[in-house]
């Protein structure tokens, strides 16, 4: 599928700062063929290179002169085709390299329902993932959050509420209760499924399957991840998939930000 996205970021400031490096995580991933990019930064960077983080990501890096701004503002624009994965990956990732991407503490109540849906489900991995993927959006109250964390995986589940990335630390925290790897992605669908028709960030969770490879669902959507789906980054949590990171230093008692975003998407054969 051919993707054709401009998003724009406007960060103000309420006095002016000074702003530390930043990583930018805009560029499609590597395993998508990117047909055109460009990326446009104000104030303009000293210093800005692209390139491959621990987690697989094409990432870029911002160095800004230590002068004062009220604003940052941030341009990418890009075209790429999507493709569904192929059956089974060539790559088998050492169990090494698969262990950032497994549990830490999961909460009780998370891993009895993961069990109970493993149960319904019957034998067999990829019918306990799509299971799951059905049961949660099913139950899922599906709400726009433009900032802010995920919240965590025992209070979504307890509520149901949330927004995509909630949804998808759920169904992470759920099957590496079953012991799979898994992480968390970043990035931009083609339909817009949203209460009030714009284009947002999205969120969904991969899943190393043995024998076949890295594949996605979609909770928020019911459906597994193919060709409809484009991401910017993937990483065992949110922390590492945040498009736009970095810092900023400023004189006097306080400051306060303000966010801005106008994201447009167009995808079609």
């Known amino acids: 599928m051919r993707f054709v996205v401009r998003h ?24 998508h063929l990117v047909l055109a990019r460009s990326l446009v930064v104000r104030p303009e960077p000293v210093a800005l290179h692209d390139e491959i983080d621990a987690f697989g990501n094409s990432v870029a890096r911002a160095v800004f002169a230590p002068a004062a701004t009220s604003e940052l503002f941030i341009e990418s624009r890009f075209e790429v085709d999507t493709a569904a994965p192929a059956p089974v990956s060539p790559v088998i990732p050492s169990p090494a390299a698969l262990a950032p991407y497994h549990a830490g503490e999961i909460d009780g109540g998370v891993a009895a329902f993961a069990r109970a849906v493993a149960a319904e489900a019957g034998p067999g991995t990829l019918a306990f993932l799509d299971h799951l993927c059905r049961v949660m959006h099913a139950r899922a109250d599906k709400h726009v959050r433009p900032t802010g964390d995920a919240q965590s995986a025992a209070v979504t589940l307890t509520t149901w509420r949330g927004a995509c990335r909630d949804f998808t ?26 209460p009030d028709g714009r284009s ?26 193919t060709d409809g789906h484009v991401a910017l980054a993937a990483a065992p949590d949110q922390a590492d998939t945040m498009p736009v990171a970095g810092g900023y230093v400023f004189d006097g008692p306080s400051v306060t930000s303000t966010l801005d975003f106008d994201l447009r998407v167009r995808a079609g054969a």
């Open 200 to 225: 947002y960030l999205h969120a969904w969770p991969e899943v190393y399957v043995p024998d076949i490879g890295w594949r996605g669902w979609d909770p928020t959507h019911g459906i597994p991840v």
């Open 8 to 31: 724009e970021t406007r960060y103000g400031y309420s006095v002016p700062v000074v702003l530390g490096p930043h990583v930018l995580r805009l560029t499609p991933r590597p395993d």
């Open 169 to 194: 630390a759920l169904f992470l925290a759920a099957v590496r209760s079953e012991g799979f790897a898994a992480r968390f992605c970043s990035g931009y669908q083609a339909a817009a499924d949203t």
